[in-house]
Nanobody, 120 residues
Framework: VQLVESGGGLVQAGGSLRLSCAASGSIATINNMGWYRQAPGKQRELVAG???????NYADSAKGRFTISRDNARNTVYLQMNSLQPEDTAVYYC???????????????WGQGTQVTVSS
């Protein structure tokens, strides 16, 4: 199973980026998906999460600016980030809780991360 992120980059403050993360490989079902970020010298933190049914939750710092969504048919999760600020600079990781087969236990998988840099 692989989670591959894309969409990171360099943007000026006030700008927008859309991150994508596609899960591939032997997958029976995916439950929760989410986006985390880790800035230099800081711990990894949850940015936004979404259940298979579409229920979302956001970190306070993301509320009103970021929107998480998913396409269950494509095993893909997105993060639309608007009004980006320099403090949003971090490596962004996607996460998925999934079963490889219907008899497998649930397991967490992570992407390799994509850099988001916001200049002032």
């Amino acid at each position: 199973v692989q989670l591959v992120e894309s969409g990171g980059g360099l943007v000026q403050a006030g700008g927008s980026l859309r991150l994508s993360c596609a899960a591939s490989g032997s997958i029976a079902t995916i439950n929760n998906m989410g986006w985390y970020r880790q800035a230099p010298g800081k711990q990894r933190e949850l940015v936004a999460g979404i259940t298979r049914g579409g229920t979302t939750n956001y970190a306070d710092s993301a509320k009103g600016r970021f929107t998480i969504s998913r396409d269950n048919a494509r095993n893909t999760v997105y993060l639309q980030m608007n009004s980006l600020q320099p403090e949003d600079t971090a490596v962004y990781y996607c996460n998925a809780a999934l079963r490889r087969t219907w008899s497998s236990p649930w397991a967490d998988y992570w992407g390799q991360g994509t850099q988001v840099t916001v200049s002032s």
